[in-house]
């Protein structure tokens, strides 16, 4: 959503931006489109070293935990069962799942109770690159086509209506699925899109004011 909700304001402002300052209808289209790839590419690489840094921490955080494993077994032990039992389990009860957990794959019961590492929260950041480009491409490829197949007469008030209507909606679907309030979010997503295109035209037409 997130992604999605950056390409069509990033895009949109863009275009009604390099439109306001009096470029040809070829560079709003080839800016728009550089802005797109650029996005994508940007969403894809600020993710992947974000994911990859968090996959880093996670490996050195296994590593201090293999080496206090084999340093201090009883200690690793003891540890574990006192996470259990702060959860409410009766201490017995803790000991021997402890015991039982140990005995099986210690690493694996440290990693996921003490550090909270389950396997489909591993960091995946070429996964996690590729979502980020493709939501941010999805949503920015909506401006662009309004951009394009528009009437001329109508291409900027179509891109600004367009964006904002699919902002609304992205901010309706995001509430839902959180369980948030519907009206808030969409009007604060509906808001933001608004002021960053109205901010961006504002900058275009002064610059293609002072330009002239």
């Known amino acids: 959503m997130l992604g999605a909700d950056d390409g069509i304001v990033s895009v949109a402002s863009l275009a009604v931006g ?101 396997a489909a929260g591993r960091a995946r950041p070429v996964q996690a690159a590729s979502s980020s480009a493709a939501s941010f491409a999805l949503g920015a490829a909506l401006p662009m086509a309004a951009l394009v197949f528009a009437p001329a007469a109508l291409r900027v008030a179509v891109v600004i209506v367009a964006s904002l209507v699919a902002l609304v909606i992205l901010g309706v679907v995001a509430a839902r699925a959180g369980g948030a309030p519907v009206g808030r979010s969409a009007l604060r997503v509906g808001l933001g899109g608004c002021a960053a295109i109205a901010v961006t035209a504002g900058v275009g037409q002064l610059f293609g004011a002072l330009s002239k």
């Open 18 to 118: 390099v439109g306001a300052s009096g470029a040809s209808h070829t560079t709003v289209v080839t800016a728009a489109a550089a802005a797109l790839v650029a996005g994508a590419m940007s969403m894809a690489a600020g993710e992947y070293v974000s994911v990859s840094s968090q996959a880093d921490i996670a490996s050195a955080d296994l590593a201090l935990e293999r080496v206090e494993l084999a340093a201090d077994p009883a200690g690793e032990l003891n540890e574990l069962t006192a996470i259990y039992a702060r959860r409410g389990v009766p201490v017995d009860v803790a000991r021997s799942t402890a015991v039982a957990l140990t005995a099986r794959d210690p690493l694996a019961a440290h990693a996921r109770d003490e550090l909270g590492m389950t």
